[in-house]
């Protein structure tokens, strides 16, 4: 009896064992045919799950017998279900073909590069910032885009003044005043108008942020000799799109903002308005305010004109107004007899247009026109001297797209005028001028084959009182396999000679004398980069991305400002160069629900002036980023991050310390509303518990060198509603 019990155990297990069937299928693209990794597969009703490797490959073991269903989905593309009948008639892999999303196609296209290719076919290397990450960084400083640049590798935000904690951005070691910072597209952050501009641009009307790092002249003209970030404001889907967001934080700040956008028949608006306050904050007790007492008013309208399926047109406007007022608390706090104390008091107007015209001719040709307009004032006023100045710029372009499968070419000319004027408080030379500058262009991209697209470029302008600029670009982009991929690029680049400096916005412009067309010339520069990207899956769970960029930028006769024996500051193309190099390392681990993000960055970025060299000062030669993010869709989201900063040369030949900086956010989410929870450096590092920040009296302090934060730990809470 036992024999036959065992044998009916036996037949049992085995018809069991063989009930178990292995389902493999290879991902691709409904469109082009090409594979896709990183597709998560569910078997429904289970657990049973993995992620397509990097040959699109999905293998799930343990199938019953039946029909059984599963699901396809990836970021991009629509979910889809299929059903099989198992066990299975053939055992080779299935085909399944996902549709790309209507809705998020607009969202992995680049407009910077002004191309019909997406970004992972583009030669050109473009970092990509989606909405959602800016949603994330819009928790932790709703008000401005300090935080979203200065924790991408390659990029460190350079505090200027330790009042008014005015920021400029530096790409791979070079200054601020080489990187164009664009709205749609549009330079209107150039100039006197980049003046407080990190501090002035909030991030949460933006769907978008695109970084090129490196020469980036060919469309953009002067300026982009370290690269350019372009910000790219959301538009309007037939969905209406109602949001609000309310934040404050314990170094009573507060941050009120909403957006509104939705396309009717034949218009489309969006609408964002936000007023951000400050108190003033000194967390060490220096009496000196480490973030300034600051009130700011933004609206940014914009109409959308849909005359019909070739035709469009928009037109918006960016406005926002500002007083800012940072120094001796005693003095902000109005305390009497406080006259005499330090402080620095800075009030901005800034109103800019933007105007846009498509016409698409036919399948594979569109024009397109454009213009801009961007006005800003700005005052300061520090004990004894008053800053009074106004910019007042226009851009103008037109270009003509023409694209196919394998050639794709856009032609055009574009027109620069800048013209500032300052109110003379003293008898010191004027520094007005008008800057007229005219250039054409022309880009191709071509595929050459399914491994080799390559994308050239030639630009020429010609500067009023500067002459003639040539300036050639190529990249290429080599496929060399689904796993591998590789892009090389390479350009010249110029920046006509400018008053706004990082070294004469230290010095709120006091004794700095006028640039001399006659003596100034153009500073000009070439430079190439060269990335490596991997990617890969592990197991059935485990997704790996890697980036390694090697970069290089050589500047001739850069342009500096040097003391006088009279006390006074003049701009000299010194006889020498900058040699900025390095390497950015990127990697990206995701298990389940969690992603860890890591990135290094290895600056060298050395001066060689009149034959005496020494290290670039304020750039961290050795950067690294942590971030771990745990994330349940529409659930919860969980931040931690950690950043690294080694010691940097300061102006004095003196070095830094080196310093980390640590943060948490958590978000728990509801499908109408969130709120937050957000610690920003919570081991609270601050330049002030490594030494003092001023010398002198504390009426008449002298600064230093600004290299770590002074609001030390920052704790926030926020609300967001979407209706």
Known sequence: MKIYIFLLATLLSGSAIHAQNTFRAVIKDADDREILPGVAVMLDGTRNGTIADADGLVVLHHIPDGRQSFRFSCLGYQEIRQTFLFPLEDDRPVEIFLEVETETLEEIFITSTRST????????????????????????????????????????????????????????????????????????????????????????????????????????????????????????????????????????????????????????????????????????????????????????????????????????????????????????????????????????????????????????????????????????????????????????????????????????????????????????????????????????????????????????????????????????????????????????GYKTPTLFTEESERLHYRHVLPIDPEANRPERSYGANADVNYMTGIGDDVALSVNQLFFYTNLRRPLMLQPLDDGQYRFRNIDGHTDTRGAETNLKISYADFTLFIGYTWTDAVVDADGVRYQNPLTSKHRLNNVLMYEVEDRWKIGLEAYYYSPQKLTDGTNSKSYWICGVMIEKIWKPVSIYANFENFTDTRQTRFGPIYSGAVTQPVFNDIYAPLDGFVAGIGLKIRL
Not at 294 to 311: A, G, M
Not at 423 to 451: E, M
């Open 117 to 492: 290719r997406t970004i992972q076919s583009l030669p050109t290397r473009v970092e990509f910032i989606s909405g959602e990450e800016l949603e994330e960084k819009g928790n932790m400083r709703p008000g401005d885009i300090r935080m979203l640049l200065n924790e991408s590798t390659g990029i460190q935000t350079q505090q200027t003044s330790p009042l008014s904690a005015n920021a400029s951005i530096r790409i791979q070691g070079l200054d601020g005043r080489y990187t164009q910072i664009l709205k749609d597209g549009f330079p209107i952050y150039s100039g006197a108008a980049g003046g407080l501009g990190l501090l002035q641009i909030p991030p949460l009307d933006l769907r978008q942020v695109e970084i090129i790092k490196g020469a980036s002249s060919t469309l953009y003209g002067g300026g982009a000799i370290a690269g350019l970030v372009n910000l790219i404001s959301k538009t309007p889907d037939k969905e209406r799109e109602l949001s609000f967001h309310f934040s404050g934080t314990s170094a009573q700040g507060l941050d009120l903002s909403g957006f509104y956008a939705q396309r009717f028949n034949k218009a489309g608006l969006t609408l964002f308005a936000a007023r951000n306050s400050n108190a003033a904050y000194d967390p060490a007790g220096i009496r000196f305010s480490a973030i300034p007492q600051f009130e700011r008013y933004t609206l940014n309208p914009r109409l959308f004109l849909y005359f019909n399926p070739r035709t469009t047109l928009n037109f918006g406007l960016n406005t926002s107004v500002e007083k800012r007022l940072g120094g001796d608390m005693r003095y902000i706090s109005g305390e009497q007899g406080s006259e005499q104390c330090y402080f620095e008091d800075n009030g901005t107007q800034r109103l800019s247009s933007q105007f846009s015209l498509e016409h698409t001719l036919n399948d594979h040709a569109k024009w397109t026109i454009r213009n801009s307009y961007h006005y800003f004032h700005r005052v300061t006023e520090i004990p004894g001297y008053t800053f009074d100045g106004r910019q007042d710029g226009t851009f103008s372009e037109i270009n003509y797209l023409h694209s196919s499968d394998a050639v794709e070419w856009i032609a055009g000319g574009n027109l620069w005028t800048d013209r500032f004027t300052e109110k003379k408080q003293t008898d010191a030379p004027a520094r007005d001028y008008t800057q007229t500058t005219a250039g054409l262009f022309v880009q191709n991209t071509a595929r050459l084959s399914d491994r080799l697209s390559i994308e050239s470029g030639l630009r020429g302008d010609y500067a009023v009182n500067y002459g003639f600029s040539l300036l050639p670009r190529i990249s290429a982009l080599l496929s060399l396999s689904p796993k591998w991929t590789s892009r090389i690029g390479g350009g010249a």
